[in-house]
Nanobody
Framework: QVQLVESGGGLVEAGGSLRLSCAASGRSVSSHVMGWFRQASGKEREFVAAISRGSGRTDYADSVKGRFTISRDNTKNTVYLQMNSLKHEDTAVYYC????????????????????WGQGTQVTVSS
């Protein structure tokens, strides 16, 4: 079993930056694809970013491309989401997710492919 705990959320003005962290415990996630999703109030959960187990591949939602960067440090069993140029519409609860994969190039952009989820961290961007 993998436990995921997100941190780093908070209140920020539009145009500002935040860095979210997702710390994994229970087992190493070095062989897992890792993803970030978000859910705004009254809306469905949506994909934000994903990173392959070896960091060789990343993918982003169109709405965050060029502003958000996903990275991972397998030595710390942690995944990050650097969010720059934040907009009001980025306001949401952000969730970290993980799923074991057999090879390094696999990426998942849909939530139903992920086995483990964190509790989420609130990001609020004031306009």
């Amino acid at each position: 079993q993998v436990q995921l705990v997100e941190s780093g959320g908070g209140l920020v003005e539009a145009g500002g930056s935040l860095r979210l962290s997702c710390a994994a415990s229970g087992r190493s996630v070095s062989s897992h694809v890792m993803g970030w999703f978000r859910q705004a109030s009254g809306k469905e959960r949506e994909f934000v970013a994903a990173i392959s187990r070896g960091s060789g591949r990343t993918d982003y939602a169109d709405s965050v491309k060029g502003r958000f960067t996903i990275s991972r440090d397998n030595t710390k069993n942690t995944v990050y989401l650097q969010m720059n140029s934040l907009k009001h519409e980025d306001t949401a609860v952000y969730y970290c997710a993980a799923s074991p994969v057999p090879v390094g190039f696999v990426l998942y952009t849909t939530g139903n492919r992920y086995d483990y989820w964190g509790q989420g961290t609130q990001v609020t961007v004031s306009s």
